[in-house]
């Protein structure tokens, strides 16, 4: 049943009073299930919960209610990768005077379904998501409460209802393959990110667009899939290097990945870049450290960050505004890991 359909009243005046006459509940309780009260029975909350989606009720008009909180959400918080993610929301949160709350929660491509009852609790004044999608029970939810989120660097494709901030990834792959076949290298390895991950499929486009436009055939036993963390890339790249037809270089999906190819390269006696150039991705502060200084793609991770923040913060205020989607520009960052072929 709904309040649109008895025509009592038009969606935009949909109030908590009519909600709860319709569910045959108090006022009170209508209130403890929008604000994420514990207090209220499981079939009561589900009941409550589906005559505010059908009726389309939203929260207007009380950006002020909400607490003085950005929420920030990920699958993994143990990265340096997720610290410049931080960073940025954080310079967005100061210059606001907001504070951060950091959540770690389901996998990379949505937070846990007991995730939805947190945040509606908090009540934030946005949530900025590293992930690729919320289930629709969980957008709804969101939308009823007023509280805009932000999708940064999408591991899927986001539906056309998601605001999301990425980079360009494919340009990035581009211009990582393209500067080691300027070098010379025609047999390049390349360690991507799982085969699920958008990020890590455009990545590869780039790289084998680069390698078409050179007139270089495509060999697939060259690409390997990897999950951006140090160790898996280290296994990889043994694979790679220990074959007789060896590559001579290696585009790494990440730097983290780059820095398990350094330990492959190690352990085998190659030199970096004498006998193996190795090009990164994300250009992160450890890539300037290591030895050699890590030639990189870099993501603007941090820019990322602050465009989610302050599009989050823009919605609370002003909703009802077009669904944004941005990539920002990456960049090749050369350093001491590349070399021509020798």
């Known amino acids: 049943m709904s309040i649109v359909e008895e025509g009592r009243e038009s969606p935009d005046r949909v109030t908590l009073s009519a909600i709860a006459a319709l569910a045959a509940v108090s006022l009170s309780t ?13 079939a009561t909350r ?22 003085p909180l950005l929420e920030l959400v990920f699958h993994e918080l143990e990265s340096v990768w997720a610290i410049e993610i931080i960073r940025g929301v954080e310079r967005v949160a100061r210059a606001n005077g907001l504070s951060i709350v950091l959540t770690e929660s389901g996998d990379r491509h949505a ?16 949530v900025i998501l590293v992930f690729s999608d919320l289930s629709g029970e969980q957008k ?18 986001p539906t056309p209802d998601v605001p999301s901030i990425g980079s360009a990834n494919w340009s990035g792959g581009l211009a990582a ?39 270089i055939a495509y060999d697939a036993s060259l690409v390997l899939d990897g999950d951006f963390h140090p160790e898996g890339a280290r296994v990889r ?46 250009d992160l502060p450890l890539a300037r450290w290591v030895g050699p200084p890590l030639t990189t793609i870099r993501q603007p991770l941090t ?15 002003s909703p009802g505004g077009t669904v944004q989607r941005m990539d920002l520009a990456t960049s090749l960052v050369t350093r ?7």
Not at 111 to 126: F, Q, Y
Not at 184 to 211: F, Q
């Open 177 to 215: 393959t393209r500067h080691l076949i300027d070098l010379g290298h025609t047999r390049i390895g390349m360690i991507g990110g799982p085969v699920d991950m958008l990020c890590s499929i455009a990545r590869i486009g780039g790289y084998r667009a680069a390698l078409d436009a050179a007139g």
């Open 30 to 42: 209508v209130s403890k299930v929008l604000n994420g009260r514990g207090d209220v029975a499981p």
């Open 140 to 157: 709804q939810k969101l939308a009823t409460r007023g509280i805009p989120f932000v999708v940064v660097d999408p591991a899927g494709e």
């Open 237 to 282: 790249a043994v694979e790679l290097l220990e074959r007789p037809d060896r590559p001579t270089a290696i585009f790494a999906g990440s730097d983290l990945q780059a820095m398990g190819v350094y330990e492959a390269a190690r352990a085998l006696g190659l030199l970096i870049p004498a006998d193996l150039s190795v090009v990164g991705y994300d």
């Open 336 to 342: 001491q890991s590349t070399a021509p072929l020798a």
């Open 46 to 67: 589900t009941r409550v919960e589906d005559l505010l989606s059908r009726n389309g009720y939203s929260r207007r008009g009380d950006a002020a209610a909400s607490a």
């Open 111 to 126: 937070p846990s379904v007991e995730w939805i009852d947190g945040v509606i609790a908090r009540n934030p004044v946005g």
């Open 303 to 317: 820019e990322m960050a602050e465009a989610a923040a302050n599009l989050a913060v823009s919605m609370r205020h």
